[in-house]
């Protein structure tokens, strides 16, 4: 079954830096679009990047662009985001997720989410 699996969450200090990765099994990762949604405690989950499965095209929302970046390795079948300039708003879980494509940000399969906390 289709599996995607986060990692590398944790603690940073405003205006450092993370990067997720996003491990998918269970099926050939190729063929979907991945992407990422997040939740603040107390908000609502909101859809932040998108890259296709057709040409590598990328999607932000407004609240990451110019700071985070994605990027897929298919022949691992795992997916990044690269965090830059990081503020204590992107305090939140990070869930990645599988879908046949970026409109509507993907939202078929999620994973478990990853904790990042950005704080002094």
């Known amino acids: 079954q289709v599996q995607l699996v986060e990692s590398g969450g944790g603690l940073v200090q405003p205006g450092g830096s993370l990067r997720l990765s996003c491990a998918a099994s269970?099926?050939?990762?190729?063929?979907?679009?991945l992407g990422w949604f997040r939740q603040a405690p107390g908000k609502e989950r909101e859809g932040i990047s998108c890259i296709s499965s057709s040409d590598g095209s990328t999607y932000y929302a407004d609240s990451v662009k110019g700071r985070f970046t994605i990027s897929r390795d298919n022949a691992k079948n795992t997916m990044y985001l690269q965090m830059n300039s990081l503020k204590p708003e992107d305090t939140a879980v990070y869930y990645c997720t599988a879908d046949n494509s970026c409109a509507s940000w993907p939202r078929a399969y999620w994973g478990q989410g990853t904790q990042v906390t950005v704080s002094s």
């Open positions: 269970g099926f050939t990762s190729d063929y979907y679009a």
